[in-house]
């Protein structure tokens, strides 16, 4: 499976660091400046964004595989994958990629994709990207010794325009 003809850009840290915070911050200015944006999350734990007792819930306990379930206003399938975890690939290829000007992508920090690496000095966590030649840059609340493309973690139109600039490059190859 390949991967989709639109950017893809994750932001890679460490537990604790901030990447929900920060991409819920730039969501609304990506959304200003008129960019269509999904976001992949990746979560290391097992979840149920399903409300026990609905319908929808019941069925799905009950043993449906796959449970569509739509209103007026939005649909979420849910697909149950006891096996094995699906493929990165895979999940990219669940969006609509033709409303789409950028896949963002929170966690994934170990597979290979264009990241952005958040750091904050607090964490006390090591950096990334000494081992992750898959970082393109760092928002970091402090320097780190690299010649990496830097902006302030706090600086959300900073690292607005640094995606923006992502898509410009990537449209432009």
């Known amino acids: 499976m390949t991967r989709p003809n639109i950017p893809v ?14 991409l819920e911050a730039l969501l609304p200015v990506l959304k200003k400046r008129g960019l269509r944006v999904a976001v992949l999350k990746h979560a290391h734990h097992s979840f149920d964004v399903d409300t026990p007792g609905k319908d929808s819930y019941r069925l799905r306990k009950a043993g449906a595989d796959q449970m569509l379930l739509a209103s007026g206003k939005r649909h979420v399938l849910m697909t149950e994958t006891p096996e094995e975890e699906v493929s990165f690939e895979y999940l990219l290829s669940r969006f609509d990629h033709s409303t789409l000007d950028i896949i963002l992508v929170e966690g994934c920090k170990n597979l290979s994709f264009p990241k952005v690496e958040l750091h904050r000095e607090e964490t006390s966590t090591p950096w990334l990207y000494p081992q ?40 432009s190859k």
Do not use: R
């Open 132 to 171: 992750d030649k898959d970082i393109i840059a760092i928002a970091s609340d402090t320097h780190a010794d690299s010649s990496l493309p830097q902006m302030s973690i706090n600086d959300i139109s900073a690292i607005c325009d640094f995606v923006t600039d992502f898509i410009q490059t990537f449209n």
């Open 9 to 22: 850009l994750g932001f890679a840290a460490y537990s604790g660091t901030g990447k929900t915070t920060l």
